[in-house]
C-alpha cells in the first residue's frame, strides 16, 4: 500500500462548489517533481479528454496543468503530449468514474522515452466531479493551488470532496 508521503495533494479554489482539497499519487518512474507551488494556475481539461495525441486546446495547456482522462495510450504518452505543449503538470484520472478508493500505480512504458514535468494520478470520481462541475458552469478550467502541504491544517478544516466517504 501506499504510504502518506506518497500522495500528493491539490486545492479547487474555483469552481466553488468543487473547493475541496484532492489526493493524488505521483508516477511511480518517470515524471518530474513539484520544485514549485502554484497558488493560482489553471487546471484545463484536455481536449481531447485522453490527451493521446495533437490537443485541439493546446494553447490553453501552455504553462498551466493538464487534466486528462486515462484509457487510450500509456500514462507516460499523455504526460509526452502535455509536455510538449508547454504543461508544467498533468493529472491524469481514472476513466472507471465511479473509481473513489483505488490508486492505480503509474509506470513507465516500453519505449524508453522519459518525461520531466509531474504526473499524477487522480481517482475516477473526483476527475469525473471536477469536469462535470466546468461543464456545468460553463468554464474552460479550473483554478487550483498545488501542492497543498496537509500537514499543517487540522483534520477537521481539510475540506475533502463529499464522495470520499460514501
Not at 491524469?92 to 509531474?118: C, G, K, L, V
Request: glycine share 8%.
Amino acid at each position: 500500500g501506499l504510504r502518506i508521503h506518497e500522495y500528493l495533494y491539490f486545492q479547487v479554489l474555483s469552481p466553488g462548489d468543487i473547493r475541496y482539497i484532492f489526493t493524488a499519487t505521483p508516477a511511480k518512474d518517470f515524471g518530474g517533481v513539484f520544485n514549485t507551488r502554484y497558488d493560482q494556475i489553471h487546471l484545463v481539461p484536455a481536449d481531447p479528454p485522453e490527451a493521446c495525441g495533437e490537443l485541439n486546446n493546446g494553447v490553453f495547456i501552455q504553462d498551466q496543468i493538464a487534466l486528462v482522462e486515462r484509457g487510450g495510450c500509456s500514462f507516460l504518452s499523455k504526460t509526452r503530449v502535455i509536455q510538449e505543449h508547454g504543461g508544467r503538470a498533468v493529472i491524469i484520472a481514472d476513466n472507471a468514474y465511479d473509481n473513489d478508493s483505488f490508486y492505480i500505480e503509474m509506470i513507465q512504458d516500453s519505449t524508453r522515452q522519459t518525461a520531466d514535468i509531474p504526473a499524477l494520478f487522480l481517482l475516477g470520481r473526483d476527475g469525473y466531479m471536477i469536469r462535470r462541475s466546468l461543464e456545468q458552469h460553463g468554464l474552460p478550467w479550473a483554478v487550483i493551488s498545488i501542492p497543498v502541504n496537509v500537514t499543517s491544517i487540522p483534520t477537521y478544516e481539510m475540506m475533502q470532496p463529499p464522495w470520499t466517504f460514501w
